[in-house]
T-cell receptor, first 112, second 117 residues
């Protein structure tokens, strides 16, 4: 079972920031937080991941709370092409199988 | 650098036939993962393979499903005697070898959509 909780759906206006929350209250010290997205039944696309520090790349920023029990993915200037299902996943650093366990995700709709 | 390739992209089989799904990982990647996505559901892990080895098959149905990743050539997911419930999108992902304890990402292919009639 997924170890994360996400709202089923959200929407935001094009050009505005999209802030997608994720709760992972049972996360342990050796687990990373990963974000993927799936655009209309395509293969999932890696976005970003982090352990305890905030992270930023060309796609998004990841803010992890100090207690690591929740995080927020930020798309700074959402476009229509960002409409997708966003998955927040925790994965053990030492998990020998390396599998990703997907939950239901958040369906983000970017409005024109 | 070509991404993960899967073929065929669409596959139609009648009940009882066999389905073979192929996955070519990204260049330099030695780890392959298969996931299944039923309509309107999230992805479910099936199997994790390295060259000539099955590392974790905890998500594979016990019967009719098998996977391999030979020394040469693509990884193959094989479904024997398909049933309507096997209709789904099957995604393959790959990653490079990473020393234990380090983080990495998996890169996904476009998927194979299997329809069983």
């Amino acid at each position: 079972d997924a170890k994360t909780t996400q709202p089923p759906s959200m929407d935001c206006a094009e050009g505005r920031a999209a802030n997608l929350p994720c709760n992972h209250s049972t996360i342990s010290g050796n687990e990373y937080v990963y974000w993927y997205r799936q655009i209309h039944s395509q293969g999932p696309q890696y976005i970003i991941h982090g352990l305890k520090n905030n992270e930023t790349n060309e796609m998004a920023s990841l803010i992890i709370t100090e207690d690591r029990k929740s995080s927020t993915l930020i798309l700074p200037h959402a476009t229509l092409r960002d409409t997708a299902v966003y998955y927040c996943i925790v994965r053990a650093r030492m998990d020998s199988s390396y599998k990703l366990i997907f939950g239901s995700g958040t369906r983000l709709l970017v409005r024109p | 650098n070509a991404g993960v390739m899967q073929n065929p992209r669409h596959l139609v089989r009648r009940r009882g036939q066999e389905a073979r799904l192929r996955c070519s990982p990204m260049k330099g990647h030695s780890h392959v993962y298969w996931y299944r996505q039923l309509p309107e559901e999230g992805l479910k892990f099936m199997v994790y393979l390295q060259k000539e080895n099955i590392i974790d098959e905890s998500g594979m149905p016990k019967e009719r499903f098998s996977a391999e990743f030979p020394k040469e050539g693509p990884s193959i997911l094989r479904i024997q005697q398909v049933v309507r419930g096997d209709s789904a999108a099957y995604f393959c992902a790959s990653s490079p070898f990473v020393p234990s304890g380090n983080s990495y990402e998996q890169y996904f292919g476009p998927g194979t959509r299997l329809t069983v009639t």
